[in-house]
């Protein structure tokens, strides 16, 4: 049975549009859907996230990524490096894209950020692992390393405390493989709109408040919509909660385990019928930070 539900999700995907891989934690991986994100933190950032999905489920996805970002010493330029290995089924996609960002100051506390983003995609469907009643179908070919370019754009605007993100990360819309000129596998393009606010909770700001929203839009998918709310407290513990319209709840936590280091792991529970066959999904990450004498983080934050 779970192989069943497995191959009805593959040909759902396949058949309409294929969005991007999603993050519970998005807030900490912002860069992998905007440009304009890079070097915003002010020291160079590595990033690494695991994300298994729908746990149980006989080759459900599994996304992989790691990512660099830093401004270029003391200038308005920032630069960031990014891989995400993303497979579901006999489909495994890696996705190499540097980002270029250009910030300039709009208020003593707010910068406005500009990005570019460049993308190299390769893309590999192992039919060995489908099985179909047609064996010389030209539908279902090996595809190996098949090799699309992409550009993308965004803008970021953020303070400290606050942003307001809008991007879209893959400009060209392309088909990983056609049927007599029919696009079988479509690369559907992404519009994001993203925004959060940090509130003090108390005059000592021992606690902190961060509500948050992602909005995401793909042409022949529902509207994906996260909520979600984290409470930091005493700048090193991390909790809160997510919800995933029609989708999923989350459960998120960090720790900031010293100044360079912070480690994070969220859960989602699926609210659709998908819950039946799997255990949930987890993501688990691991960011290390730089300092240099350009460095300035005035106060740690969610993103």
């Known amino acids: 049975m779970k192989k069943l539900v497995l191959i009805f999700m593959f040909f759902s995907v396949v058949c309409t549009a294929q969005q991007d891989a999603q993050f519970t934690q998005y807030m900490y991986n912002t860069i992998a859907i905007n440009p304009a994100y890079a070097g915003s933190r002010g020291v160079l950032s590595i990033f690494g996230l695991y994300r298994t999905q729908w746990v149980g489920l006989d080759g459900a996805p599994e996304t992989s990524t790691f990512s660099i970002n830093t401004p270029l010493n003391n200038s308005k330029l920032g630069l960031g490096v990014s891989l995400v290995n993303d497979k579901i089924g006999p489909t495994n996609e890696n996705t190499l894209s540097a980002d270029l960002s250009y910030s300039i100051p709009t208020s003593e506390d707010f910068k406005l950020s500009f990005g570019l983003k460049a993308t190299a995609n390769l893309f590999n469907l192992d039919i060995s692992k489908l099985s179909y009643e047609d064996q010389n179908d030209p539908q279902f070919q090996d595809l190996n390393n098949k090799f699309t370019p992409n550009v993308g754009a965004g803008v970021y605007w953020h303070s400290d405390k606050a942003y307001i993100g809008l991007s879209v990360p893959n400009f060209i819309q392309t088909n990983r493989y056609n049927d007599n000129d029919i696009a079988i596998f479509k690369d559907k393009i992404n519009y ?23 909005t995401k839009m793909v042409e022949g998918a529902p509207l994906q919509v996260d909520l979600s709310g984290n409470f930091m407290f005493n700048d090193k513990f991390v909790v809160g909660l997510a919800y995933r319209w029609s989708a999923s709840v989350s459960a998120m936590a960090g720790f900031q385990v010293s100044k360079s280091m912070y480690i994070g792991y969220g859960y989602d529970h699926e609210t659709t019928n998908l819950r039946r066959y799997s255990s949930g999904s987890h993501e688990i990450f691991l960011r290390f930070e730089f300092f240099n004498n350009y460095s300035r983080l005035t106060s740690p934050r969610f993103f």
């Not at 959060?196 to 000592?204: I, R, S």
Request: aromatic share 26%; net charge neutral.
């Open 192 to 214: 994001y709109f993203m925004a959060g606010y940090v509130f003090n909770l108390d005059h000592l700001e021992y606690i902190k408040f961060k509500p948050a929203l992602l």
